[in-house]
């Protein structure tokens, strides 16, 4: 049996049980009408899980990597909007590092970086099996990928510690446009994209200085401009667009907040997040849902526009909780060796 799989056959009835009170219970916030999320341990031990994604289909994925681990270097695990997590089969790859995940209709790309330069590979919804792709030529690692339902765009590091590049793809990652540079420093360091449309795209990143940078294109990529932030933000990741809407998790001296801004436009509205904030996703339902934490205490809050916010009680989650992805209906998170399903009842609310 692989590590964790007698564990997770134990927890099993108890999580049916603790989902079975998240579908009577979801709509309150306090006291003992607050919902019950319980996690399920990975099976691979050894291996931090490091991404998370989610199809629009409501497939989900996840994966890690390590340079230390024997006989092993990268782990993943797959489940369906109401399959449990199953290990996947990956390409092999000598001292992987999996950074980046994107995820479109029915497929995610995910990047990273491998020896002699990007690492990319593809998991299907449909197949449920990982291949590897090839990555636009000239790439040292693969920092970033943000998608639409039929397009993604890519953010890699130059070879020779050039400065960070741009390139988009229309076909699931197996072909890719010319590499182009973006309007960055070498030592800026991409934090997240995230793409409303083929055309309009938001990106985020930090400077040497740890000054937060933000810049836009409705081109494609062609041109950039930048998008003016509070100056008391430390950094902003995880974004993510809708057609209006660009959402993502900032970090700020006074805590952490999940901050909006319309397609296209300057003005950024906030919320105070009720605990610390590691990763946000949205669904396309509308939710948004911030995980992370702090010392062994996880934190997980859903936000829908015009409700009061959930904080679940989280069972066999033992510590933070490092990632989340959304579909349309569906989310879910992860720590360094847990998974955590976020059912529908509290994302479509």
Known sequence: MAPGGGARTRAAPMIGAALAGVLLAACGTTGATRPTLAGVPTRSIS??????GCTLDDACV???SSTTAVGLEATGEFSTPRGPWIPLHLPAVATPSIDAIGCAGAWCLVGGGEPGGDLLWSFSAATHRVRALSPPRGGASVEAIGCTASACALVD??????GPRWSTSVDGGTTWSTPTPLPLAASDVVTSIACASASRCLLAARDAGRQVLVKGTADGGATWAPVSVPGRWVSL???????????GLAR???GDRLVRVRVGGTRWRSAVLAGPGTALAC????????????GARPFLEALAPGTTAVEPRLR???????GVACGSRR?????????????????AR
Do not use: E, F, M
Not at 157 to 162: F, L, S, V
Not at 332 to 345: E, F, M, Q
């Open 62 to 64: 996840a994966l890690g």
């Open 47 to 52: 291996i931090a899980l490091s991404v998370v």
């Open 283 to 294: 669904a396309a339902a509308g939710t948004c849902v911030v995980v992370g934490g702090a």
């Open 316 to 322: 066999y989650v033992p510590g933070p909780l490092l």
């Open 331 to 347: 989310c879910a998170a992860i720590g360094d060796t847990t998974l955590l399903d976020v059912p529908s009842v509290l994302v």
């Open 157 to 162: 590091a130059g070879a020779r510690r050039a």
């Open 252 to 254: 700020t001296r006074s």
């Open 237 to 247: 990741s995880s974004l993510t667009c809708s057609a209006t809407t660009c959402r």
